[in-house]
């Protein structure tokens, strides 16, 4: 199944985004400090618009580009700041559809979801996911853009007893399947050193927080909001 329909219907904006408002804290700091007047963003994965809204939220004039396959694109966010361009389709749609550059990407929480779309094993959806992104990089992304990655995982060194427990409280939250116990494992989260790995360069920028979802407290989650900002040269010779 596309990871994308178990978003589809859903009020996504209320719900889902509360639950991670940590992670989207995280981004909204990035961005205040990464983003300028003028700027095109494209966002990958953005649901009803999430990365639209913060940037609004900062009251930073720019161009959004919303490339999102489920029906929470049909949520339109009321904005004053940012001109909104939502494009319903997913990122191996968008490969082949002419899109605008941009000078950054933003992708929040949609790295995994991209990936699980590729239905295979997590090591052969990964390499899937960015054999894509290269492509998506060289085809749109403007000399000396940046890439804004928000994506959650697990502490380091948690053990399978605390991730079944993660998994099953998050599930209790959000109702929200990732793959069923027996197809999981850890790698399906992406780390920064992939992603580093993947582009041969160190972040410019990297931070991380514990992500509660409910009212835990900080020491009692084991999950992990990341934020990472890659500059990247020369789009156009990127290769993987
Ligand atoms: C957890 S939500 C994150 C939404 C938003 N970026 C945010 O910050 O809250 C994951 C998003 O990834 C989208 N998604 C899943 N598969 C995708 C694909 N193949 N291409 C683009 N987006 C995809 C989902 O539809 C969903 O909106």
């Known amino acids: ?3 994308f329909k178990k978003f589809d219907g859903m009020d996504y904006a ?16 990035v961005l205040s400090r990464q983003i300028r007047k003028g700027d095109e963003v494209i966002d990958i994965g953005g649901g009803p618009g999430m ?9 930073i004039e720019t161009t959004v580009i919303n490339i999102e396959p489920s029906t929470t694109i049909n949520d339109v966010p009321q904005l004053s700041f940012v001109k909104y361009i939502p494009i319903k389709m997913s990122l191996k749609e968008a490969l082949n559809a002419r899109i605008p550059s ?5 992708m929040v929480s949609s790295e995994h979801e991209i990936a699980l779309c590729n239905g295979r094993t997590p090591v052969e959806n990964k390499k899937e996911f960015f054999q894509d992104m290269f492509e998506f990089i060289r085809k749109n992304l403007k ?9 959650p995982n697990y502490r380091k060194g948690a053990s399978e007893i605390e991730i079944s427990r993660q998994r099953k409280f998050t599930e209790s939250l ?28 160190h972040p410019d920028v990297f931070n991380q927080k514990p992500m509660t979802l409910a ?26």
């Open 51 to 59: 990365g639209a809204r913060i940037i609004d939220e900062l009251g």
């Open 143 to 151: 000399k000396n853009g940046c890439l804004v990655i928000g994506f």
């Open 215 to 240: 009212d835990e407290k900080p020491e009692e989650t084991i999950l992990r909001a990341n934020v990472a900002v890659f500059k990247i040269k020369n789009p156009g010779e990127l290769k993987n």
């Open 174 to 201: 959000m109702g929200h399947s990732h793959p069923p116990e027996e197809f999981f494992t850890v790698e399906e989260f992406f780390t920064v050193e992939e992603f580093s790995a993947a582009f041969g360069i």
């Open 102 to 106: 941009a000078n950054c990407f933003l």
């Open 14 to 29: 209320n719900t889902f985004a509360r639950r991670i408002s940590v992670m989207h804290e995280l981004v909204r700091d």
């Open 1 to 3: 199944m596309d990871s």
